[in-house]
T-cell receptor, first 111, second 114 residues
Framework: SQQGEEDPQALSIQEGENATMNCSYK?????LQWYRQNSGRGLVHLIL?????REKHSGRLRVTLDTSKKSSSLLITASRAADTASYFC???????????FGQGTRLTINP | GAVVSQHPSWVICKSGTSVKIECRSL??????MFWYRQFPKQSLMLMAT?????????EQGVEKDKFLINHASLTLSTLTVTSAHPEDSSFYIC??????????FGPGTRLLVL
């Protein structure tokens, strides 16, 4: 069963604005990852943050992790039309190789 | 990251037939691969973990006799949907375990059962 919940389920913003997506999880984790999926395509790994890290940056992406609240956020700055996709958080569970995915946020960037 | 391919990219079949989906690691020896299913506008649900040379580990609620997984080599895992029914229509995605704890995903296979 899925353990991650993401909000919002859908987000529509204007190009150039920042987009923030949130993810919550239930169990202890080794790491938390964010993936992007364009419609009908496979997943692309964006960024991984370990359980002992609080914030990580990669280009226009900023990820935070609060293990006390069991939550993470993904911020995309200066959004572009090409950022339109679904974004999923996935948790690496302690003692297991598998990932558990959140429900995803469908992001639409309007030109 | 590693490159993972899937074949076919889409398939249409009649109800009751079996469909085989291949997942290949093109530049990495994958001892562990994963199979997911994704229904429209939903997230990925892990079906099973495929280990090279041993039996797959299925998630709760996934019928192992219906979804046959074979991981006979370090570069190939196959998923066979046996006696497919319309409710099996979905997007099937495989991945291989990377380091550390990441996964590299294939492009997916869209299955439509009529």
């Amino acid at each position: 069963s899925q353990q991650g919940e993401e909000d919002p389920q859908a987000l529509s913003i204007q190009e150039g604005e920042n987009a923030t997506m949130n993810c919550s999880y239930k169990t202890s984790i080794n790491n938390l990852q964010w993936y992007r999926q364009n419609s009908g395509r496979g997943l692309v790994h964006l960024i991984l943050i370990r359980s002992n890290e609080r914030e990580k940056h990669s280009g226009r992406l900023r990820v935070t992790l609060d293990t006390s609240k069991k939550s993470s956020s993904l911020l995309i700055t200066a959004s572009r039309a090409a950022d339109t996709a679904s974004y999923f958080c996935a948790t690496g569970i302690q003692g297991a190789q598998k990932l558990v995915f959140g429900q995803g946020t469908r992001l639409t960037i309007n030109p | 990251g590693a490159v993972v391919s899937q074949h076919p990219s889409w398939v249409i079949c009649k109800s009751g037939t079996s469909v085989k989906i291949e997942c290949r690691s093109l530049d990495f020896q994958a001892t562990t691969m994963f199979w997911y299913r994704q229904f429209p506008k939903q997230s990925l649900m892990l079906m099973a973990t495929s280990n090279e040379g041993s039996k797959a580990t299925y998630e709760q609620g996934v019928e192992k006799d219906k979804f046959l997984i074979n991981h006979a080599s370090l570069t190939l895992s196959t998923l066979t949907v046996t006696s497919a029914h319309p409710e099996d229509s979905s997007f099937y995605i495989c991945s291989e375990a990377g380091v550390p704890g990441t996964q590299y995903f294939g492009p997916g296979t869209r299955l439509l059962v009529l």
